[in-house]
């Protein structure tokens, strides 16, 4: 019997972890003998453009998985071309949000299959489908969640903030519109309950792993599961491997550092895994009841990242 992963993730270092367990996993992280692959998946940064419904964090993991993204910007698709957007704007439209030809199509289909009444764990099934991911992708609830962020300057949409803005403002507070109505999606429990791995991605905890964490039953789940719990710092050296994740915990109040991404996350996890810059934080860490692994938690590439995720398979021991 092979094992069974499930990552709770997030933008692009969730992607990235995600894609290690498919090439680390046989058929590349497939259901199947009781083991495979599955995501759960942010969708507080859910957005609506011209008409469309575009959800990031779920086409970040989809189209890193479908080894289609672009690894440079570490979103969208490769080879994209942007004749729409160029005449959208021609014709008026606020372009700020950047969407690619190919990419446009990916929202022109779900948005579609939305209004249907098809549920959105449905339509994301199809797509994965139909671009060849072998992994199971869920996202965290099927209502509407999204992320609001307060500033100095007012509170803004997420990707008003995130993209629009650059995420230079300072991050006051955040809500999660949505989310105290919000049911976990199909299979979102039994991912999250059911696996021999249980691992929180290096994404930003506040924007995009609170909002996984923060569906009902959601968090219980986690910190019950009898998989192997296992929490990734975003945080090397004091500084985010990517996006604006110690900005937002200096501005909330929190420490800085893989320390201060453990407090966030003991008593949700059993094992923090720190980088090897952070190793003189692992007596900290341990000292909040976690145990630690140390280990080169930068994915550089494909190679990076798949022995990333063998070193945290070698942690399963028997159930």
């Not at 990235?16 to 998946?41: K, Q």
């Not at 449905?122 to 199971?136: F, N």
């Not at 506040?206 to 192997?228: H, I, K, M, N, Q």
């Not at 550092?257 to 860490?285: E, K």
Request: proline share 6%.
């Amino acid at each position: 019997m092979s094992t069974s992963v499930t990552v709770l993730a997030g933008g692009v270092g969730g992607a990235r972890l995600a894609h290690g367990f498919a090439l680390a996993l046989p058929d590349g992280g497939a259901p199947a003998d009781g083991g495979g692959l599955t995501c759960v998946v942010n969708v507080g940064d859910d957005t609506e453009r011209h008409g469309l419904h575009v959800s990031p964090d779920l086409d970040t993991v989809m189209y890193t998985l479908a080894r289609l993204n672009d690894e440079e910007r570490g979103w969208g698709l490769t080879d994209e071309s942007y004749a729409t957007l160029a005449q959208l704007e021609r014709l008026g439209e606020d372009t700020w949000f950047t969407l690619g030809d190919k990419d446009l199509a990916t929202h022109v289909v779900r948005t579609a299959r939305l209004r249907e009444g098809v549920p959105l764990s449905e339509v994301t099934a199809a797509l994965t489908a139909a671009l060849g991911v072998r992994a199971r992708l869920l996202p965290v609830t099927d209502d509407p969640l999204r992320t609001r962020v307060s500033t100095p300057s007012g509170t803004l949409a997420f990707q008003e903030y995130f993209v629009r803005r650059q995420h230079a403002d300072a991050v006051l507070g955040l809500t999660f519109d949505g989310i105290g109505s919000a049911r976990p999606a199909p299979g979102v429990l039994d991912a999250v309950t059911g696996p021999d791995l249980l691992v929180v991605a290096p994404s930003n905890p506040f924007l995009s792993v609170e909002p996984v964490l923060g569906v009902a039953g959601v968090r219980d789940a986690v910190r019950t599961s009898p998989a192997r719990r296992v929490a990734v710092s975003p945080i090397v050296g004091g500084q985010a491997v990517k996006g604006p994740a110690a900005q937002v915990l200096e501005t909330l109040g929190h420490e800085v550092s893989a320390l201060g991404v453990a407090r966030l996350y003991a008593g949700v996890v059993d094992t923090m895994v720190i980088d090897d810059a952070d190793a003189a934080l692992a007596g900290p860490v341990e000292d909040l009841g976690l145990d630690v692994i140390v280990t080169d938690t930068i994915m550089r590439g494909p190679a990076g990242r798949e022995r990333l995720a063998r070193e945290l398979l070698a942690t399963v021991g028997p159930r």
